[in-house]
Structure formats: structure tokens, C-alpha cells
């Protein structure tokens, strides 16, 4: 029971990483409508260049906030340029558009800073959180900066008319225009929140994983999962699914013979799909109904 | 004239589909596009609205709009409730409304128009925090309308309200709309294959054919006439 | 016009689709022809590692296809297909290895598994879609090296090191090296598997397949049992990627469980966009692309070479969107449409 337990915190605790990232997928996944695969080499990129800015001098927040900054334009940049040729080309194709971005990024970030672990500081410290072993200061406050995005989304979302003409852009571009929207620019601004989002992913994962540029490719992985069983229509649920994602992967290899580190990743992945084969918009997706 | 259409042509990629189309919507004015499937009647409303690649005239107030972007084409005051509908199916009813109201400013006057619009439709109301994609065939019509007035158009343009809607429902709808251009004075423009209604709605009514303008006339005239009434009307 | 689920790949092919090159049949099976005759005298003049890319490229191509039958003509999207491309591998590797059995039986038996594999996975594919597919293909895909290497298996698979394959020689009557009769032999397997993916496209099965891809409810409402043409399409188009899998193994002469992960499906699906989605001569242009184009990038420049390749792949996708069979088409179109008098 002891150990359940600890499994669990631990989980809880890589499941805040998961959760964080999988909130930055459904971002984008409401801004237009599919996933973008370059997400975790985006939100890499961020980190590194938070990292270099830190390197050179500047104080962490300072770094953070230019970073979040950079992250945004570049997101923006990113759509209308990269992604603006491609947007009535067939899916399939868009989706090898998005494979490039990976490459480019995950190869520039190698050239440019090589693929030695670098440390990255963390403001909340290493400290173990009420004395216990379970969970220590960082990873708490991992948790509480994804909450709290979290919280700033859906008062966005839900609250503001932009965060409704996003949401319309992306559900129905075509009607979206016939009431005035301009379907372009909510594309970009979703893009540029997604990036930015995930930068801040990023800066909140490198204390733990640290940086280098293959760190982001298997939390993408888990937060693409979290964000699929949460449910891709609801943050709230990304975020769930995120943490449930971390637990059920640390007791997989805890509790389940024979997996082993690698085989972690792959029962976490068909255990997911078991639950999605119930129910299949995730576990607080929203089913559409749509006439045929 | 408010809208004025002239030497009208329009294409889906390499083919044609309008060929020196002309016509004209003013003030408080309502008007029908009759005709049979693939006459073009859709493409009309599509070209007014910058979906469709155009070639000729399209003035809105004197102002050139042909070639427009549609989000540019809504802000002047044209509100178009499409084929489909277009509903927001994954956003609750009241949502569907407020995007209507996305162009304006004055959150009381928005809200109140809301409240109008629960006033004409009251199914909507009892509906309002649900989901779109839920709404009947019908309700999902008189959403589609109610957002398209919430722009407070002077232009509402309807393409096929009665499709697929029960002949009941359809007649509750139009009587609606007849409600609306009275106390509001919005012109509308009708795109319909159900001839009788249209122009029992519409003063004045444009048959098309294939592409083209085939008569232009009051809706007396078009009722009237030998070969529109067998084509058409049914009798 | 009504709203339509959204559903990823049934946009993302150009409806029509086969033998939708406005080109006279004979004119297509006299290119057709020439190509197969400059295929087959290619061994006589060039060296023995052009040869064994272009056996390489063969290989990729019937990969490729593979993924094709199950993506672009039936819609089911899969990013597991380097783990049947893997299990073909191996099945002729152990094959050989353990059992001395001879090479051209692994062929068959190597298809024979993948197929059987490939109808399984179907079955729960059934309940999934597009997203939800591609997670769980994901997870077939990263599952495939972890159960090479798994420990109770080593004995078969040879765990972390992998398997050496003893390459064949060519019978004693032809005066062929073992590169070249290595190409013969991928040159004829080829030509037969593609003949017959171009016979079962145009015949009712291909018909079912495609429609099952562009409207699933309609083609249930006319009575096309979709779950059994889905399920039987993964398994020919595991099938397939199995049998190019195996080909593989004998011309590198050699398999290891780290060479079969996700990146070697994301390499297949690129090829599949790149020839052209719906098209079957595409395939082997995909093929080309993904053998050549990541070694073009790395002569270029070994540290930037992933950004370069990124870079190459997106011009290829701005000019060509619908891949380069699609860009043949619209070419062609336009050839004929400046012929119009």
C-alpha cells in the first residue's frame, strides 16, 4: 500500500510534465483542428534559447518572459509562414509539413547547442515538499503553474469573445467567416498560444529531464496520449489525462512483470487505447453529434 | 439600389457557372432566386460573398465589394445563412448567437438582441445551453437565423431555408421571416427550390437557368406565367 | 450539402484515383514496358552498391505500397508499418538463420505472418479512427524493437545484436554476382506485387476499399461489409510491407531490433506523401526519395543534415503538394489543355 502509494506520487509528479504539454496539444488542437507533431521540438527550441539568454547573464524571470515572448512570435511566424502554403493541401501532406518543422528544429538545436545535458535552474528549488519524500518543490510547482494555466485558459476560452471566435475558427472556419471572424489571424494567434505554452512546458520540464534536444520526444509522446484519453476538446481533461497518463505509466513498471523501462512507454500506449476503444472521445471529451 | 449585381460571372475552377448575372436587392426589399438544382442560385449568394472566383460587378451602397474577402463583405451589414446552415454544432445554442454578434460593439445591446431573438424563436430558448449539433433540422434553421440577424444586417441573405425542414415547420419559419422584414425592414434575398412559399414571401422574383437570368419580374408575373407554373409550381 | 464528419485521410486523397493519368492505356503500358526492360538491364553496367540502393529503393517502393493499400486506398491511417516491415524481417532472418530454410520460401512465409498479424491488429483497428489509430499504430511501432530485444526471446531473434543473414548466390547457371541476382530477385518480386495491387485497385474489392474510405456510411448503406474489407486490407497491406521487410533482410544481410522503430514508419508515411497518396507508380518514387534524399542532406552537412532534409521536404511539399504523382497529373492535364485547340 506504501508503495501504491508512492507510485502514485511519483507518477503524479512526471504526470504534471505530461499534463503541461498535453495542455499546450489541445491548445493547438482547438486552434486548428489537428496536432502538431513539432510541438515538443518547439517548445525545446524555447527552452534552449531560455537557457542561452540565462548563460548570458539575464535573470531567470527575465529570461522567462522574453522567452514566452519569442515563443509566440515565432508560433505566429511559424503558421503564416511555413504553414500558410500548405493549408489546402490534404492532410497527409500537411502532416509531412509538420515532420519537417521536427527535423529542422531538432537538428538546429543540436548544431547550434550541441547534444551534451545541460542544466537548467528551476525557481522553485529542489527541496522535498513537506519533508516527506514524495513529491519536493519543483514538481510541486510544476503542478501549480500547470493549474494555473490551466485556470487562465478556460476563463479565456469561455469568458473573452476572442477566446469564442478561436474556438468558432477552428470548429467551422467556413462559418466562422460568414460572422465576420478573419479565420487567418485565429490561426495564428492559436498557434503563437500553443508555442508559447509550450515554451513554458519546456522551462518547467528541463530541471527534471534536462535539456537537451531529444528530451521533448517522448514527453510529446505521453502529452499527445494525455491529451487523447482526457478528451482533445477539454483542457481540463488534457490536463487530467496528462497526470493519469504519468500514474498509469509508473505502475505499469512497478507493478507488471517483465516491463521494463522501454516497455513502459508502449503499455501506457495500448492501455490508452483500451480505454479509448470504450470510449472513444476520451475520457471527458465532448461527443459530437453530427448528423449524417 | 443597396445591392446591385451586374454582368455577373463566376467559376469553380475551370467552369463556369454564372453567366451575365444581374439583378438588384434594395432597402427593406425581398426577393427570390428560384430555379432547379445547378442553376446557380447558391453560387449567387456564394460570389456576394467572396466564395466564389468572380468576374463582373458586385456593388454593396455604390461600393464595389466583387473579389471581397468574406469577413470584409460581412462587416458591411451582409448576414448570409448558407446551405447547411453552418451551425457551430460542437458550441451551445447562445454561443451560436453571440458569434453572430462577433462584428458589433455594446454588450447590453447584444444581449438584448439575444433576448429578441428568443422572442421570434422560442424553441431556441428552451434550448439555449445545449449543445448545437442536438437541435432538430428545424431549430438548427432558426438558429442559423437567429445569428445571421444578430449581425443586424441590412442585408440577410437565405439560401434554401425550407431544405429538408417538415412542410409545418417550414411555414412557421417563413411566416417568421415575413415578421422580421416587417418590423425590422431588413432586405432579404431568398434562394429557393420551394417556388410557392418564395413567392408568396418575395415581392419580386429572378428565375435562373443554367447559369443565366431567365426572367425578372414581381412575383405576380413569375406566379402567373404558363411555363414557370408546370416547371415549378406543380400545376 | 451536408456537414461531413471530419475524417483525416478521406480528404487527403484527389478523388479520381487510379489509372487517372489522362494518358491512352497503351501509351501507359508501353512506359510501363520500358521501364521494366531498363530496369532489367541495369545490372550489366552499374556497380555493385548503386545496384544494392537500387534494390534498396525497390524494397522501400513495395514498403511503401504496402502502407498505400491500407492509407491511401482504404483510409485506415498507420504509423505502425515499420513494425510489420520488422516482423518480415526477422520471420526471414529466423528463418534462415535457425532453420536453413531457403530464401525464396521466407518470402512467402514472411507475407504469411504479416498478413495473419495484420488481420489481427485489424480486428480492434476496426473500433478507432484516424487519431486514435495513429496512437495505437504508435504504440505497435514502439513496441516492435522492445520485443526483439525482449530476453525470452533472444534465442530466436538474437536480442540486441540482431541476426546475420547468409545471402544467397545466384544458381550456378547464371553468371551473376550476389548483388545482382539479389536485384533480379527484387526486380521480379516487385513487378508482381505491384501488378497485382494495380489488378485488385481496379477490380469490385479495390472499388469497396476506396469507397469504405470516402463515405463509410454510405458504403455500408449499399451493403459493402466494411469491417471485413478493412480488417483484410490491413492484412494484405501488412502483407505486403512484411514481404518487402523480408527482402530486406537478405539484401543487407543482416537485421537488428533498433533499425525497425517509429522513425522507419514516419520515413515510410513521407515516402507515401512525397510519390503521391492513391497512386501506385508513386510508391517507388517515395522510394527514391526516402533512400536518397537523407543521404543528399548528410553529404551536405553531417550536423545540420536533419535541417536540411527538413528543409528539402518542405519545397517538395509547397510545389508538390499532392505528392509527385499528383504533380504528374497536373502537369499532364495542363500538356493536354495547351493542346485544346
Known amino acids: 500500500m506504501e508503495l501504491l502509494l508512492q507510485q502514485v506520487m511519483a507518477g503524479l509528479a512526471n504526470g504534471a510534465i505530461y499534463a503541461c504539454m498535453a495542455l499546450a496539444v489541445v491548445m493547438i488542437y482547438q486552434a486548428i483542428d489537428h496536432l502538431n507533431f513539432a510541438q515538443g521540438e518547439m517548445a525545446m527550441f524555447s527552452t534552449f534559447i531560455a537557457w542561452q539568454m540565462i548563460a548570458w547573464g539575464l535573470p531567470y524571470w527575465v529570461a522567462f518572459a522574453l522567452t514566452v515572448l519569442v515563443s509566440f512570435v515565432a508560433g505566429v511566424l511559424i503558421d503564416r509562414v511555413l504553414f500558410r502554403p500548405v493549408q489546402n493541401a490534404p492532410i497527409l501532406s500537411q502532416i509531412v509539413a509538420f515532420i519537417a518543422l521536427f527535423s529542422i528544429l531538432n537538428s538546429s538545436a543540436g548544431q547550434i547547442w550541441d547534444f551534451t545535458i545541460k542544466n537548467f535552474p528551476t525557481p522553485f528549488g529542489h527541496k522535498p515538499l513537506f519533508g516527506g519524500t514524495l513529491i519536493d518543490t519543483h514538481e510541486a510547482g510544476m503542478i501549480g503553474v500547470t493549474l494555473a494555466l490551466l485556470g487562465l485558459l478556460y476563463l479565456f476560452f469561455r469568458g473573452t469573445r476572442l477566446g469564442l471566435a478561436m474556438r468558432a475558427a477552428a470548429a467551422n472556419p467556413e462559418s466562422a467567416r460568414l460572422v465576420g471572424i478573419r479565420v487567418g489571424w485565429m490561426t495564428a494567434l492559436g498557434w503563437g498560444m500553443a508555442a508559447a505554452i509550450g515554451a513554458v512546458a519546456g522551462m518547467l520540464i528541463a530541471p527534471v529531464v534536462f535539456l537537451e534536444p531529444n528530451m521533448m520526444i517522448g514527453v510529446l509522446l505521453y502529452g499527445f496520449a494525455g491529451a487523447v484519453l482526457g478528451g482533445l476538446t477539454s483542457p481540463a481533461g488534457a490536463v487530467i489525462g496528462g497526470f493519469l497518463v504519468g500514474i498509469i505509466e509508473n505502475l505499469a513498471g512497478t507493478f507488471i512483470p517483465y516491463v521494463g523501462r522501454e516497455l513502459k512507454l508502449t503499455l501506457a500506449l495500448i492501455l490508452i487505447v483500451v480505454v479509448l476503444m470504450f470510449r472513444p472521445s476520451g475520457i471527458f471529451g465532448r461527443r459530437v453529434v453530427s448528423r449524417v | 439600389m443597396m445591392l446591385e449585381v451586374a454582368g455577373l460571372d463566376a467559376f469553380y475552377g475551370q467552369n463556369q457557372a454564372l453567366y451575365d448575372v444581374g439583378f438588384g436587392v434594395d432597402e427593406g426589399q425581398v426577393r427570390t432566386l428560384l430555379g432547379a438544382n445547378g442553376a446557380g ?14 468576374a463582373g460587378d458586385i456593388r454593396f451602397d455604390g461600393k464595389r465589394i466583387a473579389g471581397w474577402a468574406t469577413e470584409d463583405v460581412v462587416r458591411l451589414g451582409v448576414a448570409h445563412v ?4 453552418g451551425t ?27 433576448e429578441r431573438v428568443y422572442v421570434s424563436f422560442p424553441r431556441l430558448k428552451e434550448r439555449r445551453a445545449q449543445q448545437a449539433g442536438t437541435l432538430s433540422g428545424g431549430e438548427q434553421q432558426m438558429l442559423a437565423v437567429g445569428r445571421a440577424l444578430m449581425l443586424r444586417p441590412r442585408l440577410l441573405l437565405l439560401d434554401e431555408p425550407s431544405f429538408g425542414l417538415a412542410p409545418l415547420i417550414v411555414e412557421e419559419l417563413f411566416a417568421i421571416l415575413r415578421q422580421i422584414n416587417a418590423e425590422t425592414g431588413v432586405a432579404m434575398l431568398i434562394v429557393e427550390q420551394n ?9 419580386h422574383a429572378y428565375l435562373l437557368e443554367t447559369g443565366r437570368v431567365v426572367m425578372d419580374a414581381p412575383s405576380a408575373v413569375v406566379g402567373a406565367d404558363e411555363s414557370v407554373r408546370r416547371s415549378y409550381l406543380g400545376y | 450539402m451536408t456537414t461531413v464528419p471530419k475524417d483525416a485521410v478521406a480528404g487527403a486523397v484527389p478523388v479520381p ?16 514496358a520500358a521501364t521494366i526492360v531498363i530496369a532489367a538491364l541495369i545490372p550489366l553496367v552499374a556497380q555493385s552498391f548503386v545496384l544494392f540502393q537500387l534494390t534498396e529503393v525497390m524494397i ?12 491511401g486506398f482504404n483510409g485506415q491511417f498507420s504509423l505502425g508499418h515499420s513494425a510489420f516491415y520488422g516482423l518480415g524481417a526477422y520471420t526471414a532472418a529466423i528463418l ?19 498478413f495473419v498479424v495484420g488481420f489481427l491488429f485489424g480486428l480492434p483497428a476496426l473500433r478507432l479512427q484516424n487519431l486514435y489509430l495513429a496512437l495505437a499504430t504508435f504504440a505497435l511501432a514502439t513496441a516492435m524493437p522492445q520485443i526483439l530485444k525482449f530476453h525470452a526471446l533472444e534465442a530466436w531473434t538474437g536480442g540486441v545484436q540482431g541476426l546475420v543473414v547468409d545471402q544467397p548466390d545466384a544458381p550456378d547457371f547464371l553468371p551473376l554476382n550476389t548483388d545482382q541476382w539479389l536485384y533480379y530477385v527484387t526486380l521480379v518480386v516487385v513487378i508482381i506485387m505491384f501488378a497485382a495491387a494495380a489488378n485488385l485497385i481496379r477490380s469490385r474489392t479495390g472499388r469497396a476499399m476506396m469507397a469504405i474510405r470516402d463515405n463509410p456510411i454510405a458504403a455500408a448503406a449499399m451493403g459493402i461489409n466494411a469491417s471485413l474489407y478493412k480488417t483484410l486490407t490491413f492484412g494484405v497491406s501488412a502483407l505486403y510491407t512484411g514481404v518487402a521487410g523480408a527482402l530486406s533482410a537478405l539484401a543487407v544481410a543482416y537485421v537488428a531490433p533498433d533499425s525497425f522503430n517509429i522513425f522507419l514508419s514516419i520515413s515510410l508515411l513521407v515516402g507515401l506523401v512525397i510519390g503521391g497518396v492513391g497512386s501506385i507508380p508513386g510508391c517507388l518514387f517515395g522510394g527514391l526519395f526516402v533512400l536518397y534524399v537523407p543521404n543528399i542532406a548528410n553529404s551536405l552537412s553531417t550536423g545540420l543534415a536533419g535541417a536540411i532534409y527538413g528543409i528539402i521536404l518542405l519545397i517538395v511539399i509547397y510545389v508538390m503538394p499532392a505528392g509527385a504523382a499528383g504533380f504528374t497529373r497536373f502537369a499532364l492535364a495542363r500538356m493536354q489543355g495547351l493542346r485544346r485547340p
Open chain 3, 60 to 71: 522501400y517502393g513495395l514498403a511503401i505500397l504496402g502502407l498505400n493499400l491500407l492509407t
Open chain 3, 96 to 114: 534462415i538463420h535457425n532453420y536453413e530454410v531457403s530464401y525464396l520460401w521466407t518470402l512467402p512465409a514472411a507475407g504469411g505472418v504479416c
Open chain 2, 82 to 85: 448558407p446551405e447547411g446552415r
Open chain 3, 17 to 32: 484515383v487510379q489509372g487517372s493519368l489522362r494518358v491512352r492505356p497503351t501509351v501507359r503500358h508501353l512506359v510501363v
Open chain 2, 88 to 114: 457551430f454544432l460542437r458550441l451551445s445554442v447562445e454561443e451560436n448567437l453571440q458569434l453572430g454578434a462577433m462584428t458589433r460593439k455594446g454588450r447590453r445591446e447584444i444581449a438584448a438582441d439575444i
Open chain 2, 41 to 54: 442560385k447558391t453560387t449567387i449568394l456564394r460570389a456576394i460573398c467572396g466564395m466564389v472566383r468572380v
Open chain 2, 195 to 203: 417556388a410557392v412559399l418564395a413567392l408568396e414571401l418575395a415581392e
